[in-house]
């Protein structure tokens, strides 16, 4: 089981950037599609970007597009999430997460990700 740790959340102004890091315990990290997800106040958790096992492969939410940008190191098990020209909209938990895949395609569902982080708080002022 992949033990997930974020780190990298705080407080910015709008227009602002963050990078969010989660680092995975798990030996196979290379094995696992890696996605973030965020849940904002009074709001659903929802899909923000995606990854493949081998980094060559990306997905984002359209609101993201553009600004946000997921990355893996294998090197470090480590997950990140260039977060870009921050707006409040953007102000929410994010949580990392790990799949299990033997195939090369990005997932967005969260039922396709068995594995999960804490979350680390995202809050953009105005």
């Known amino acids: 089981q992949a033990l997930l740790v974020e780190s990298g959340g705080g407080l910015v102004q709008a227009g602002g950037s963050l990078r969010l890091s989660c680092t995975a315990s798990?030996?196979?990290?290379?094995?696992?599609?890696m996605g973030w997800f965020r849940r904002a106040p009074g709001k659903e958790r929802e899909f923000v970007a995606s990854?493949?096992?081998?980094?060559?492969?990306?997905e984002y939410q359209e609101s993201v597009e553009g600004r946000f940008t997921i990355s893996r190191d294998a090197a470090k098990n480590t997950l990140y999430l260039q977060m870009n020209k921050l707006t409040p909209e953007d102000t929410a938990v994010y949580y990392c997460?790990?799949?299990?895949?033997?195939?090369?395609?990005?997932?967005?569902?969260?039922?396709?990700?068995?594995?999960w982080g804490q979350g680390t708080q995202v809050t953009v002022s105005s």
């Open positions: 798990d030996r196979t990290f290379s094995r696992y599609g």
């Open positions: 990854i493949n096992r081998i980094g060559d492969s990306w």
């Open positions: 997460a790990a799949s299990a895949q033997s195939d090369l395609f990005t997932r967005s569902r969260e039922e396709d990700f068995g594995f």
